[in-house]
Every structure is written in structure tokens, then in C-alpha cells.
């Protein structure tokens, strides 16, 4: 059997490495190195990294022997960068988020239909005033993109009785969707929309999709969810929109910068969630889950899971 080095660059390398351990992955080799010379001298050896696109993309130039790289992470962006080689299969952990991302969808929705912070506010003053609201049962939920977290997402909200609409690059249908469509149709489908939820990776084809022109389609009163990447959306457009009663709110864990500047109007809007980058957290113990089943695939020739393709950028 063909003997396989794996060197460990992510900041969870001892959770990382007792994980492994466990696994029964023939032929593989666990580097963990903490000090840099050590990195150094282990980078030659390895065929195999596992870790943060960050750190991924800082050793890539030194990992000579590099055949496959498994990212921790679902977005991948930092590897993409035309600078980049890209003479290697990378791997990223998509499929794994779909039930976070749908616990912080409606986990937020709820809040803001329900009032519940406004009802806390009441609490705290004693005071008993209750607020009309509208159910979600009717609505119309837009995601934009179809895959596995769009999914999840989508079989949700059906079973809140809403209406789901979705954007993908072909049109093609998916499970839990009442309809999809091709990106040409958003502005039209934009204007039925009562929530809009972005699952979008940052692609040539995504970045500044949410402009200021496209952003005049909203109806005034949508929530809109940013939970995939934060370069879909113009930030100053979203900023006046809200200002101006052009949208009704903005839940935004995925900012263009992060951390979002401490300067920015959204932190002090009324009518924006601003949460860190947190919707969908990446568990050391789904990832090796995933890195195992995609090891034993790897030694077998067989097509890994979450492979990225390098030129449609997902």
C-alpha cells in the first residue's frame, strides 16, 4: 500500500491530530509540527494538507510533494486567487452547514416577525403592549443559490408554509424549491420576495451582484440574509436602501471586510443583525468525518467529496 504524509496547518492541530489518530486511515502519517522549522522541514514531505485556506495558501508554494488539500472550511477564496498553483486537487467541506445555516435563518426570521426583541425591551420596562404581526405561512422565501445549504434552508421553510423560490447557474430544479430560475429573472423574482436569503460563493459571476441598481427591486418590507459571502452585496447601496425604507431589514453574519470596520453605519442601524461570521461553524469532528471518508476514496482513485473546481470558483 502506497504510504501518504499528512501535515496538519490548522489553529485546532492537537484536536485535529487525537481525531485522526482514531480514524483507521492505512498508510497515513500525521505531522502536527508547532515550531516554524519544524513546518518547514515537514512541508517537503507532505501529499496531503488539511487546515485553513489562510494557512493552506501561505505554505503552498514550499508543500513540493502537494497532491491534495482538504480545507476546513466551506469557502475556499483565498485558493482561487489567480496567483495561486493550482496543480493540485483541493477539497472543501461543503454539504456539512446546511442545518446551522437553517437554525440561523429562522432562528433570526422568528425574532424579528415575533418582535422579540422588542418584547424583551417591554419586559424590562414591565410594560404589556402587544404588537400586530404577520405569520410566515404564504410568504415568499427567495434563496439564492441551490445546493445543499439552500436546500436545507429551502425544506424549512415549507414546513413554515411559505412559498420558495431559487436562483442557480442553470435554472435547474431542486428538492424543496416551488420553482428556480436563472440569474437574468432575479430583478422580477426580487419584487415577490418577502425574505431573500444569499448562500452565494464569492465568483466573478457573484461579486457586487446586490448593486445599488438591483437592490431598487427589493420590496420594501424584505429581510434580507446575507449567510454565504459579503462581496455579493454593494454595502453602500444595502446602507442607503435601509436608510430610506427601500428594504425592511438586513440579518448580515459575511461582510466585504472582516471584522466589519468598527466604523461602519451598520452596526448602529435599528433595523440590521450584525453577527460574526458565525452562522455555519466548522466542527473538528464533522471535518475529519469528511477528510476520512475522502482519504479512503483518495487511496482508492475514486472522486473525492466538496472537490473545487478551480475555474468555476466553487
Same mark, same amino acid.
Given at each position: 500500500m502506497a504510504k501518504h504524509t499528512l501535515l496538519l496547518l490548522s489553529q485546532d492541530n492537537a484536536q485535529y491530530k487525537a481525531l485522526l489518530q482514531n480514524a483507521y486511515l492505512p498508510g497515513l502519517t500525521i505531522l502536527a509540527p508547532e515550531q516554524e522549522a519544524d513546518i518547514q522541514a515537514a512541508l517537503p514531505r507532505a501529499d496531503i494538507l488539511l487546515g485553513e485556506p489562510a494557512r493552506l495558501r501561505a505554505r503552498l508554494k514550499t508543500a513540493t510533494a502537494l497532491k491534495w488539500a482538504q480545507s476546513t472550511y466551506a469557502g475556499v477564496d483565498l485558493l482561487l486567487d489567480p496567483e495561486c498553483r493550482k496543480d493540485y486537487q483541493l477539497t472543501n467541506i461543503r454539504g456539512i452547514f446546511g442545518s446551522l445555516?437553517?437554525?440561523? *435563518?429562522?432562528? +433570526?426570521?422568528?425574532?424579528?416577525? %415575533?418582535?422579540? %426583541?422588542?418584547?424583551?425591551?417591554?419586559? %424590562?420596562? +414591565?410594560?404589556?403592549?402587544?404588537?400586530?404581526?404577520?405569520?410566515?405561512?404564504?410568504?415568499? $422565501? =427567495?434563496? $439564492?443559490?441551490?445546493? !445543499?445549504?439552500?436546500?436545507? *434552508?429551502?425544506?424549512?421553510?415549507?414546513?413554515?408554509? $411559505?412559498? *420558495?423560490?431559487?436562483?442557480?447557474?442553470?435554472? @435547474?430544479?431542486?428538492?424543496?424549491?416551488?420553482?428556480?430560475?436563472?440569474?437574468?429573472? =432575479? /430583478? /422580477?423574482?426580487?419584487? @415577490?420576495?418577502?425574505?431573500?436569503?444569499? *448562500?452565494?460563493? !464569492?465568483?466573478? +459571476?457573484? @461579486?457586487? =451582484?446586490?448593486?445599488?441598481? @438591483?437592490?431598487? +427591486?427589493?420590496?420594501?418590507s424584505a429581510i434580507f440574509f446575507n449567510v454565504g459571502r459579503g462581496d455579493v452585496i454593494d454595502e453602500g447601496a444595502l446602507i442607503e436602501a435601509l436608510r430610506h425604507g427601500h428594504m425592511g431589514a438586513a440579518v448580515l453574519d459575511v461582510f466585504a471586510t472582516e471584522p466589519l470596520p468598527a466604523a461602519s453605519p451598520l452596526w448602529d442601524m435599528p433595523n440590521v443583525v450584525i453577527t460574526p461570521h458565525n452562522s455555519g461553524y466548522s466542527f473538528p469532528e464533522q471535518i475529519v468525518t469528511r477528510f476520512s471518508r475522502n482519504y479512503l476514496r483518495y487511496i482508492e482513485g475514486k472522486t473525492m467529496e466538496g472537490v473545487v473546481d478551480f475555474h468555476l470558483g466553487y
Open positions: 445555516i437553517s437554525e440561523y *435563518v429562522f432562528g +433570526h426570521l422568528l425574532a424579528l416577525t %415575533r418582535h422579540i %426583541r422588542h418584547y424583551k425591551e417591554q419586559q %424590562r420596562l +414591565h410594560n404589556w403592549q402587544p404588537l400586530p404581526y404577520q405569520s410566515l405561512n404564504g410568504k415568499t $422565501m =427567495l434563496i $439564492m443559490g441551490t445546493g !445543499s445549504i439552500g436546500q436545507h *434552508v429551502a425544506q424549512t421553510a415549507k414546513h413554515f408554509g $411559505m412559498t *420558495v423560490l431559487g436562483i442557480n447557474r442553470t435554472g @435547474r430544479e431542486a428538492p424543496g424549491f416551488d420553482n428556480t430560475y436563472q440569474l437574468p429573472a =432575479l /430583478n /422580477n423574482i426580487l419584487s @415577490r420576495a418577502d425574505v431573500v436569503v444569499s *448562500v452565494l460563493p !464569492s465568483t466573478p +459571476h457573484t @461579486r457586487g =451582484l446586490f448593486n445599488n441598481e @438591483r437592490i431598487k +427591486h427589493f420590496k420594501p
